[in-house]
């Protein structure tokens, strides 16, 4: 892991940008460390300089956990394969003609998570060697079926925030029922783009003892504010 650049933020937060072979990263960090670690990840591509996820991982780190995001591959500002970009020009032209979606997105989605799963082991094995970490790591993020495939394959990650926001695969939806570490799941009750039914039955399979479920008014995008002390209340019980 090689860091390339450093800023001291207003919050007292270090946010260091670092690179790990051909994956892109972000870390942030308290005043004080060691600190538990948080993965964040956002959904369906989108870079891990999305105001959105800057703005949880800054909060995040500013109450007393490391955070890091990488560009998983066919995120950001790294390529895509042909198939990729195929499938996604087919998935606009399905929604524009209002046809069905969801083969066209499993055709994508699955195997960016079968992908991204080994980079983000690979991101944390490098990320526990530092100094600045300490105890045990949690999920939190809108690429949710990525966050099922880690907590079933990654004994390391001890509890996990999830948003039902994002497709998740047929694969995935099996495999909540081998979750079990404590969850948070976040669901948008008006959602314009996700199933509300689906959503509910993905919580359903989830096999945690502990799992609590905060439904909200609102679009895909109107998460309340509030919700990120919620969430960080969750990891504070859980990683400290």
């Known amino acids: ?45 989108l870079p891990k300089a999305d105001p959105r996820l800057v703005a949880r991982a800054r909060y995040t780190a500013a109450r007393g956990y490391a955070v890091a995001t990488i560009d998983a591959a066919g995120c950001g500002d790294r390529p895509r394969s042909a198939a990729d970009e195929l499938a996604r020009a087919d998935l606009r032209r399905a929604m524009r003609a209002g046809e069905p979606v969801d083969e066209i997105f499993e055709s994508f989605i699955g195997p960016m998570v079968e992908k991204a799963v080994p980079e983000w082991q690979m991101t944390l094995d490098a990320l526990l060697e530092l100094p ?32 039902a926001g994002g497709f998740v695969p047929r694969a995935q939806r099996e495999e909540a029922r081998q979750v079990t570490i404590p969850l948070l799941f976040l669901l948008q009750w008006d959602d314009e783009g996700n199933s509300r039914q689906r959503a509910l039955d993905l919580f359903d399979a989830f096999g945690s003892k502990e799992k609590t479920l905060h439904a909200n008014l609102g679009g895909h995008t109107g998460t309340p504010w509030f919700e990120l002390e919620d969430g960080c209340r969750f990891l504070d019980r859980h990683l400290k």
């Not at 790990?20 to 600190?35: K, V, Y």
């Not at 079926?145 to 001890?158: K, M, N, S, T, Y």
């Open 132 to 163: 600045e970490m300490a105890g045990p790591v949690g999920y939190s993020g809108g690429w949710t079926a990525l966050g099922i495939r880690l907590a079933v394959v990654e004994p390391r990650i001890a509890a996990a925030g999830f948003f």
């Open 1 to 45: 892991m090689r860091f390339t650049s450093e800023q001291r933020l207003d919050d007292g937060v270090l946010e260091r940008e670092f690179t790990l072979g051909e994956i892109p990263g972000t870390l942030w960090t308290p005043g004080t460390t060691p600190a538990p670690l948080v993965l964040m990840a956002h959904n369906n591509g």
